[in-house]
């Protein structure tokens, strides 16, 4: 194996030496430098680098991607509830939705969206926190940021009432107890408060038009939720005048009747899973257009709706159809069902006929105004979340409910807190 | 004898030319080494002059020779695999040579067998009170071994080497004595000479399976040996990340001779055992019967069950084919050993067209690029010097460069066979001869072709050096570079029939992913011998490791046409990258006392630091003692009782996992939107953060009775992890999803480590011994801190694992029927059984099998139907059983069984699908058949609810019963390696001019033998992944549509010149 040769002399105290050397200088490296265990981490950033006022833009628009996904989430369950939407896939706990067992704390879709809204709702929040800061020590380079990040602030909150029966406001590892069922108009009323801010501190008009919108959405759905809570029954009537103000001052802003407040996704710039779930994995199918009754045929409006939601050859890809939040038509609806609910069905009826004429769609003429407007805000409002709380309003019922489901036997009920919150967060009564 | 006289002769001459030697003071020892009973020589036993780094080995006569000899008197040791080792007194005189011989004496257990623990040091066996396994290859000869995990696969108890699906390239993950993190990795740390590798696993990208693992890139043909350590007690030299378990490969370093080549062919068949179950349905209408009459070409009527193969139609016979050259000898001062390999492997997936034909169009349509493939050549080299006597330098690295490829897979929507399965005939068409509801069509899935091309090299550096006689100085320096790139791709408009909707103008996806770990590893050893029969054995050391991976990755989809397929041609591109690097020191020191040859005690402790560490953590200290008492060496009483060798041990030692690089920040991750670039919320960070402790104890013995030709070896292991890192999730109205690292859990587990060996017969024409193991493991979480439980897979309701108080970690939960009812079945939702006449009332019309529910148990009536116990994914027990024949003098026949059993239970998905969805399932026979009953007007009311019954009972699976009827019990005994080999007779071999020749024919996983019903017990939905996490540690035992383990047969051929 081995021979012994002494034919490199004393090379073996050298190498001794050469190893004891080594070992020293790494040892005497590492106690040299400051802390050897010390790593660079040029992934994300750490909590206090977000106290920069140069990452101010950043920060609103991280709010921005958040919020966005986590209403494109949450889209999905709630509209498969409706008659919007029906389920065609593999994945059995749309179909429950698709029953109207919306109730159900443990449905995984359900429970896997509200997550995302959740963190569009913190992110939103933090955003106008370190904003104001920035804006009180004059380090805010443009009001315009902060003024989104209050709109997206008050828009997570729209929709978060829209479509929950109940809600928490945690912060980080802090836990916070759930609103309670009867609190959540709060939450509209908190997301009007926002909006005020945004709009008081917006300086650009499109910016203002989108706020202002959105608040008259806000006010609007405060009010439809007062018919609805405690739900239980179908309100006798349906229709509320609410938000028609903001409507007005919104439509002066827009200029013009195709204005739309989007949400919008793209490449790596975030994804709409309701756009996925329809589009690209093709489990959920989107229902029959209405049909409008006076002119018998499909309404265009609701078409073209649909036709964007489908478009993906210029985009390139099935996960990336915009969220319409609010629009120019909304305002119009807005103004109109507030019209016929003080009385003045005349009035009602032209401002809808304006629309309808913009629209190419034949003038309503009938006394059947109050019909006309749940037609028209399902026509317009097609695939935009608005559905379900039209439905339960005006006793509209899907076919494919079950007649033991939670929308069949509790109008007004909305999509719970679900296990994920419930187990990982200790405050929570559920019988709040 | 004549030879040998030849031979010293020839050395005497090199000797004589070589100038500066002192000739007149050096002789040489010779002789020969047989066994002692019958007489057979033995090649390849190490003789050794103790104190002196001289030695030799014995040629294929058994005899060997050991020149340069200084005079005076010396101990000589002969050692040999499966031998008890001897030690002989001989006097050496200048210039002459003596001759001393040996016979040794079989003996089953191994205890004098030199081992490199977790001290670096070279120890017996016999010395050590914790467990140290070995495999030795050339016992392995052999066997149907292409990778490194097939060779640890079925040899070790307490050593699970768990396949996870049958792909080809597919590597498997390792878990030795369960789970030893609830969050982190649970893989054991591989060194490689003293350097430690990159053992992780390849990108997942098509699907969950098929996944390649690292450790298969080590070259099998240049390892000589395998060491493991299974737990903290003798893990605690290694620190932090230990306590799942260390292997240590040895590779071969040559040996003094003139060069020896050996070369290996290899030709191996593989196939897929019919496992998976046929498609059948049937049509509802004369319309749908008509249409499937088109397509099959014969007469097809309403109601009647019609049988088709789609699955098994896609598999034909795979072949792979291996070349392995290698060359290894040394001369004055130096041995090498080099080796080349080469494999190519076509796997048995093989889409045609005409697995796609019509009765109108016979010759099918023609099928994608998706393909199983393995191509791997691989180099290593390994030279030894020893200039002086006190000095001996190692160079020793390997190369490989892979290729691999395979088919979209698992529980995947676009997997090839998963949609195959998913078959209805009741849906076919023309364009949709395999009958998909959804997704897309079989055909359309084989164009998505995946592709994996990975460099991995490491170079270790060893030197070692004898200060005096008792102080010893190593060093170890080394590197590992791994450099993976991925590649998934769906071509433009893959959407041939017209069916997917993905992605359907192509996309492309590119993943690069390198890694760079360094080792330093320096020690310092200090033996003495006092009080004359005590002896010390002091070792201080230093390590120190980092480790760096950069990744990057590409996503695009939109090509402008057919043919393009670079990334940049597409119309849309997204783009990320990442970089870590972790550092980890660690000192130690160990100091082990005998008390002559049979008493020893161990005591060490090591200091870890790392880069990992919260910031309020500086060091954590892991201790261990072990002591080892071998009283039939003290004393012959026990001999004359019959117990030839007896050796008692107990150890025990800490050793622990640390945190993710940076688990203990708060962080903010840079996401992109719509109105430019912007912060989201990261990691919710934890600076208290530190590493768990894994203590262990174990205590065993070994006991060797006939003379040591039956052995057995048994431990008991206790094991506790405490401050467990657990994710836990806060709460999600915090606004950070991400689940934290926090050292509030515990984890208690225990087993037993069981081995028999028995020599039964060694006679000239026929030699036969036999062995088993079973280990037994037991393992529950006793503590979550207070975190909610943790799901493998999230909210997706079908993966039924739990990381819950009081059960296994990964323990299926979920529902179960209540069983002791007649008619189990509720009609209105309450959960209570309706009365036979109101079901008779109920059925008397055709139902649909969602018009009914079962009724559900809720064993710890807490309002929760999901989470009664339904088994784990680990078994009480599992081992191996075999044997090894040698007759005819020249042929050797061994096979190897392994099994599983205890409390063993897979979910079953794939045949939960396919008896249930109502959408892509009830494609089994008996589904059909109910289903058939229950939605046929001509059925009665009798018929339809007896059929109801047999529904909840077995059939009714899936969302929101998850868990019922899924989780199945998968006891197996799986008849794992066979081979047959003949040894040419030397004189024959020599007219070709060759040393040796043999032939062999060897199979592997021949048959299985369970109850299991689903595709393969082993199966599993993710194979091998790097890194800790729920999914990656707890997402096991779950069969779901992935590729049955195959059937390999291989012939052999390896010659020696």
Known sequence: ?432 | MLRSIRILLSYGALVLILPGLALAQKGTIAGKVIDEISGEALPGASVLVQGLDLGSATNADGEYTIPNVPAGEHTVVARFIGYKTKSQKVSVSGGAIVELNFQLGETVLQLDEIVVTGAGVASAKRKLGNTVSTINTDKLADAPITTVSEMLSAREPGVNILPSGGLTGEGARIRIRGSASLSQTNEPVVYVDGVRVNAGAGFSIAGGGGVASRLDDINPASIERIEILKGAAAATLYGTQASNGIIQIFTKKGQFSKPRFTLEIEQNMISYPSRIKPNVGFARSQEQADRMSSVFGFTVRPWELVTRDFANSLFSTGLGQTYSLSVSGGGTGVTYFVSGRFNLTDGPFNPEPADFATASNPAGLPVGGANDLNRRGQFSANVNVTPTDKLNFRISTGYTNTRQETPDNNNNIYGVLSLAQFGKPEWVSENNPMGQVAFATVRETTYQENSEDTEHIYVSLASNYKLTKELTLDATAGLDYTRQRAVSYRPFRWNVDGKTGAQTEGSINILNFDQKEWTLDVKANWNKQFMKDFNSSFVAGFQGFITQTNSSAGFGQVFPGPGIETLSGTDNQTATSGFLEIINAGWFFQEQVGFKDYLYLTAGIRYDANSAFGSRFTTQAYPKVSISFIPTAMSSRLNDMGISTLRLRAAVGASGQQPGAFDALTTFVPESSPAGPGLTPGNLGNPDLKPEVSTEYEVGFEAGILNDKLGFEFTYWDRTVSDALVLRQFPISGGFLRQQLDNIGELVANGMDISVRFAAMKKENLSVDVFATAAYLQEKITDLGGAPPLKAGGSYPRYRNWVAEGYAPGAHLGAKLDRSLEYPIDLNGDNVPESREELLAFFSDPRSTTSFRPVLLDEDGDGDFLDNYLGKPTPDWSGNFGLNVGFLKRFRLAAVFEYKAGDFYVNNLTDAFRKSHGLIGRNTPDAAARELVLLNPESSAEDRLNAANEWVREYLALSPYSGLNTIEKADFVRWRELSIAYDVPRNLAARFGLRNATLSFAGRNIALFTSYSGTDPENNAISRRSGGGTNNNFLTGVDAFGFPIPRQFVFSLKVGF
Request: charged share 20%; with cysteine.
């Open chain 1, 1 to 432: 194996m081995k021979n012994r040769k002494k034919l490199y002399g004393n090379s073996g105290a050298l190498s001794s030496l050469l190893v004891v050397g080594i070992a020293a200088l790494f040892a005497l490296g590492s106690m040299g430098c400051e802390d050897p265990l010390d790593v660079e981490n040029p992934n994300d950033l750490l909590e206090q680098d977000l106290q920069n006022p140069t990452a101010a833009a950043a920060i609103a628009s991280g709010a921005l991607r958040t919020t966005s996904v986590g209403v494109g989430y949450c889209l999905a369950p709630l509209i498969t509830a409706t008659d919007e939407v029906t389920w065609i896939g593999s994945r059995d706990a749309w179909r429950e939705l698709d029953f109207g067992n919306v109730a159900f704390a443990g449905n995984e879709f359900t429970d896997n969206a509200m997550k995302f809204l959740h963190e569009g709702r913190w992110t939103s929040d933090n955003a106008v926190t370190i904003l104001s800061g920035f804006k009180e020590k004059g380090e805010l380079e443009d009001d315009n940021i902060l003024a989104r990040a209050h709109l997206l602030a008050g828009l997570t909150r729209v929709y978060i009432a829209d479509w929950f029966d109940d809600w928490t406001f945690s912060d980080k590892t802090e836990p916070a107890p759930n609103l309670g069922k009867a609190n959540m108009r709060q939450v509209y009323e908190d997301a009007i408060a926002h909006l005020t801010a945004a709009f008081n501190t917006a300086t650009d008009d499109g910016l203002k038009a989108d706020i202002i919108s959105l608040r008259a959405r806000a006010k609007h759905a405060m009010a439809i939720w007062d018919l609805l809570n405690p739900a239980g029954s179908t309100p006798a009537n349906g229709f509320v005048d609410a938000g028609a103000d903001d409507a007005q001052q919104a439509l002066a802003l827009m200029g013009s009747n195709d204005y739309r407040f989007q949400l919008t996704f793209g490449s790596g710039q975030g994804d709409n899973d309701f756009s996925w779930q329809v589009n690209g994995r093709r489990e959920l199918t989107i229902g029959a257009i209405p049909v409008d009754p006076i002119s018998g045929s499909e309404d265009p409006r609701a078409a073209a709706a649909v036709a964007e939601f489908k478009d993906s050859g210029s985009r390139g890809s099935t996960d990336w159809a915009p969220i319409t939040v609010t629009s120019a038509a909304e305002m119009h609806l807005i103004i109109a069902e507030s019209l016929y609910a003080q009385g003045d069905t005349d009035a009602a009826r032209n401002h809808l006929n304006v629309m309808r004429t913009a629209a190419g769609l034949p003038e309503i003429t009938t006394e059947d105004v109050g019909d006309m407007i749940v037609y028209e805000r399902h026509a317009n409002l097609f695939i935009q979340g608005r559905r379900l709380n039209d439905m339960y309003r005006f006793g509209i019922q899907d076919p494919m409910w079950q007649t033991t489901s939670d929308a069949y036997t509790q109008p007004g009920v909305l999509l719970p807190i679900t296990d994920a919150e419930l187990q990982s967060n200790p405050l929570i009564d559920p019988n709040r």
